[in-house]
C-alpha cells in the first residue's frame, strides 16, 4: 500500500528519533527492567534531541508542532525496540498533563511547568484512579477545600504512572457538589509540598520499567492559582481531553502489533522445526496473513483518527472505538505472535515475551474495553431517543 500518512518531515524527524532509541533505549531496555525504572537520564536525552515537547509552543522550549504525527513517529520508533514502559511514561507527559495545560492552563503555569517538561528535566504525572473509585469519576473521595489563598487537599490515588518519580501531579479532586454530584476540580501539586507522599512502587504483570505507584495528600496546602481550569468544571475539562488520550493509547497498541508481528515474521523466517522453516508452514503462513490484514486495516482507521484530531473533528465517540478497537487487537496480536515463537516465546530474552506482559493492561487503562463500548453504545441509542 502506498505510504501518504507522513511527510518528509516526519521522516526526517524519524531519523532524530531512531537515533535517539539507538543511543539511549535499546542498550537500557534490560537494566530498566531490573531495575524497575529508567532514571531521569534518558528523559534528559530524549529532551535534548526533540523527542519530548514536540508540541509545546517554541517560545516555551517546544517545538511547537501541533501535528500530531510527530509524536506517531516517536511511539512508533520505541514500540519498534519493545520500549512500551518509557512510551507511556512519555505519552503522560506529552499527551496528557502538557496538553491540560497548553488547553486550560493559564500562562503562568505554563512557564513554570512546560518547559521542563520539555527538556526531560520535570516528569509529571496525572493522578485520578482512587483505590475505592477506579473508572467511577463520581465516586472519587479526594477533596480539595478552599482556605483564603490556598486549596487544602486530603485523599488518595493509586495506579499513577510516574508516580513515584514524577515533579509535579495533576490531581483531581473534589471541590463541592451541585444536585448531588460532585464538582471536580483540577489543580497542580508539586511533589515536593509539605504533606505530599508516596506509597508503594506497585508491582505489575508487565511494564516493569514504567514507575507505578500510590501516593497521598495529607492537608496538602497549594495556592489557589494552581487550579487548572475552571472550578468545579474538572470533569468537563477530562471529558475534554480523554479522546487524546484513547487515541494514543490506541497508536501505541497498533505500533506494539506491528512490532509484535515484525519480530515473528523473522523468528519464524529463520526458525526451522521437522525440517522445514516454521513461515513454510501453511498454518504459520495462515495466521501471519489474518494478523497482517487485521493491522493494515486498523492502521488505517487511526490514521484516519489522527488526520482527524488533527483538524479538530476527532470526537469522544471515536476515541471510545480506537481505545477499545486497537488494544484488543494488541492482545490478539501479540498473543498469536508469542504462540508462533512456540517454548521460545515464553522466554525473557525474546521481545514477544516482554510484549506480551505489557500489552495486558492496554485493554483497562484509560478506560476499559467494556466502558468503551457503553460510550459508544450510548451515542448510538441517542439518536433514537425514547418518545
Same mark, same amino acid.
Given at each position: 500500500m502506498p505510504q501518504s500518512f507522513y511527510d518528509e518531515d516526519h521522516e526526517r524527524y524519524r531519523e532524530v528519533v531512531r537515533e535517539f532509541v539507538k543511543r539511549e533505549v535499546t542498550p537500557n531496555l534490560d537494566r530498566w527492567e531490573e531495575d524497575r525504572a529508567t532514571g531521569r537520564e534518558v528523559w534528559k536525552s530524549a529532551g535534548a534531541h526533540g523527542v519530548l515537547g514536540i508540541r509545546i509552543a517554541e517560545e516555551l522550549g517546544g517545538g511547537g508542532m501541533k501535528d500530531y504525527r510527530?509524536?506517531? =513517529?516517536?511511539?512508533?520508533?520505541?514500540?519498534?525496540?519493545?520500549?512500551? *514502559?518509557?512510551?507511556?511514561?512519555?505519552?503522560?507527559?506529552?499527551?496528557? =498533563?502538557?496538553?491540560?495545560?497548553?488547553?486550560?492552563?493559564?500562562?503562568?503555569?505554563?512557564?513554570?511547568?512546560?518547559?521542563?517538561?520539555?527538556?526531560?528535566?520535570i516528569v509529571a504525572s496525572i493522578a485520578m484512579s482512587e483505590p475505592a473509585a477506579g473508572?467511577?469519576?463520581?465516586?472519587?473521595?479526594?477533596?480539595? =477545600?478552599?482556605?483564603?489563598?490556598?486549596?487544602?487537599?486530603?485523599?488518595?490515588?493509586?495506579?499513577?504512572?510516574?508516580?513515584? *518519580?514524577?515533579?509535579?501531579?495533576?490531581?483531581?479532586?473534589?471541590?463541592?457538589?451541585?444536585?448531588?454530584?460532585?464538582?471536580?476540580?483540577?489543580?497542580?501539586?508539586?511533589?515536593?509540598?509539605?504533606?505530599? *507522599?508516596?506509597?508503594r512502587k506497585l508491582r505489575k504483570l508487565g511494564l516493569h520499567s514504567q514507575d507505578t505507584a500510590e501516593i497521598a495528600f495529607n492537608n496538602v496546602r497549594v495556592p489557589v492559582?494552581?487550579?487548572?481550569?475552571?472550578?468545579?468544571?474538572?470533569?468537563?475539562?477530562?471529558?475534554?481531553?480523554?479522546?487524546?488520550?484513547?487515541?494514543s493509547i490506541a497508536w501505541r497498541a497498533l505500533c506494539a502489533a506491528e512490532a509484535a508481528l515484525e519480530w515473528t515474521i523473522r523468528y519464524t523466517s529463520e526458525r526451522k522445526a521437522f525440517g522445514e522453516r516454521i513461515i513454510d508452514f501453511q498454518n504459520t503462513r495462515f495466521r501471519l496473513a489474518e494478523m497482517s490484514t487485521e493491522i493494515d486495516v486498523t492502521r488505517?482507521?487511526?490514521?484516519? *483518527?489522527?488526520?482527524?484530531?488533527?483538524?479538530?473533528?476527532?470526537d469522544v465517540t471515536q476515541g471510545a472505538k480506537a481505545k477499545w478497537w486497537a488494544t484488543e487487537l494488541q492482545n490478539r496480536i501479540v498473543n498469536g505472535c508469542l504462540q508462533l515463537h512456540g517454548g521460545y516465546g515464553y522466554m525473557d530474552e525474546y521481545p514477544i515475551s516482554r510484549a506480551y506482559a505489557d500489552a495486558r493492561v492496554q485493554t483497562i487503562v484509560g478506560g476499559t474495553t467494556e466502558i468503551m463500548?457503553?460510550?459508544?453504545?450510548?451515542?448510538?441509542?441517542?439518536?433514537?431517543p425514547s418518545q
Open positions: 510527530f509524536r506517531c =513517529v516517536v511511539q512508533e520508533e520505541l514500540a519498534a525496540v519493545g520500549a512500551a *514502559s518509557l512510551a507511556s511514561g512519555f505519552s503522560i507527559n506529552e499527551d496528557i =498533563v502538557a496538553s491540560y495545560l497548553t488547553t486550560f492552563g493559564t500562562a503562568e503555569q505554563q512557564r513554570e511547568w512546560l518547559p521542563g517538561m520539555a527538556e526531560g528535566t473508572s467511577d469519576l463520581r465516586g472519587m473521595k479526594t477533596t480539595a =477545600v478552599r482556605d483564603g489563598d490556598e486549596w487544602v487537599i486530603n485523599g488518595a490515588k493509586t495506579f499513577i504512572t510516574s508516580g513515584f *518519580s514524577s515533579d509535579v501531579v495533576l490531581a483531581a479532586a473534589r471541590t463541592g457538589e451541585r444536585e448531588g454530584r460532585p464538582r471536580l476540580s483540577l489543580i497542580l501539586v508539586p511533589t515536593s509540598t509539605d504533606g505530599f *507522599s508516596r506509597g492559582s494552581n487550579l487548572v481550569g475552571e472550578e468545579g468544571r474538572g470533569f468537563h475539562h477530562l471529558t475534554a481531553q480523554l479522546p487524546l488520550e484513547r487515541l488505517t482507521f487511526l490514521e484516519q *483518527s489522527i488526520l482527524a484530531y488533527n483538524d479538530g473533528t476527532f463500548k457503553e460510550i459508544i453504545g450510548r451515542e448510538i441509542a441517542g439518536r433514537y
